[in-house]
């Protein structure tokens, strides 16, 4: 079959704005967007520009704007888009550095900022691993599933209209350690995200967990993160 595929494109050097390129490229039914792009790359126009790398829904590298909602390049196929015009934009709400490609940065500062990594340093490390029981692992093994794609945080209304929000991917990451029975920096996470760019920010308008291709249930994740920093207060 053939698609008719758009790609919002935008070269900083020859562009003064974004603007739609048509393409027809042939597919079959069980391909994935990132096949039409691998084809418009290799076949048509080498200058298109995107991330990849595992394509296997793994590494969270080629999140997009496909027909209007925040996806995996490598996991949505041809024939979930229907039968009409398959569009691809970047993500929204973060700045595009060229065509499909947006600048990470400040998406990784705030998940950095949230201290993301164990912290255990009041007693010397076991000589094999840490233990925990099932039940304490299981309270935080829906957040372990995050791949940083940053669908969830580009698509929310509130990170759009405050960029300084830290958004549900960064929350989502802090709850994956706030959660964590060996851990002991809890605390100190809650205060960062008391703050008035921290979990108040949300609203809970829910697009962050229609996105998450990991299906990860985000707004309840940032719900649990609110209460504990109330309950703290109490
Ligand atoms: Fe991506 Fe989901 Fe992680 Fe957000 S929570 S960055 S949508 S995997
Ligand atoms: Fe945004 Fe998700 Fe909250 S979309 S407002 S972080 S529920
Ligand atoms: Fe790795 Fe799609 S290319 S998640």
């Known amino acids: 079959m053939q698609v008719d595929l758009r790609i919002l494109r ?31 790359k290799y076949e048509q126009d080498g200058t298109l520009t995107f991330r990849r790398s595992c394509a ?6 080629d999140a997009m704007l496909i027909n209007g909602r925040n996806r995996l390049a490598c996991r949505i196929r041809v024939d979930q888009l ?4 398959i569009t691809v934009a970047p993500l929204p709400g973060l700045p595009v550095v060229k065509d499909l490609v947006v600048d990470m940065d400040g998406f990784f500062d705030k998940y950095k900022s949230v201290m993301p990594y164990l912290v255990a340093d009041s007693t010397p490390p076991p000589e094999r ?24 945080t580009s698509s929310c209304p509130s990170f759009w209209a405050q960029p300084s929000y830290v958004g549900p991917a960064a929350i989502v990451n802090a709850h994956r350690f706030i959660f964590d029975s060996r851990d002991e920096a809890a605390e100190e996470r809650l ?17 962050c967990t229609d996105a998450c291709p990991r299906g990860i249930k985000i707004t309840q994740a940032i719900l649990e993160v609110s209460s504990a920093i109330v309950e703290r207060h109490a």
């Open 10 to 40: 935008y070269d900083p050097e020859r562009d003064a704005k974004p603007h739609w390129e048509a393409y027809t490229v042939e597919a079959r039914p069980i391909e994935r967007v990132l096949d039409l792009l691998h084809k418009v």
């Open 56 to 61: 296997h829904g793994v590494c969270g590298s």
């Open 82 to 85: 229907g039968r009409g015009r």
């Open 129 to 152: 691993e840490r233990r925990q029981s099932p039940e304490d692992r299981a309270r935080y093994d829906d957040t372990t599933k995050c791949i940083l794609c940053a669908a969830c």
């Open 191 to 207: 205060e960062i995200l008391a703050d008035k760019d921290g979990v108040w920010r949300c609203r809970t308008i829910f697009n």
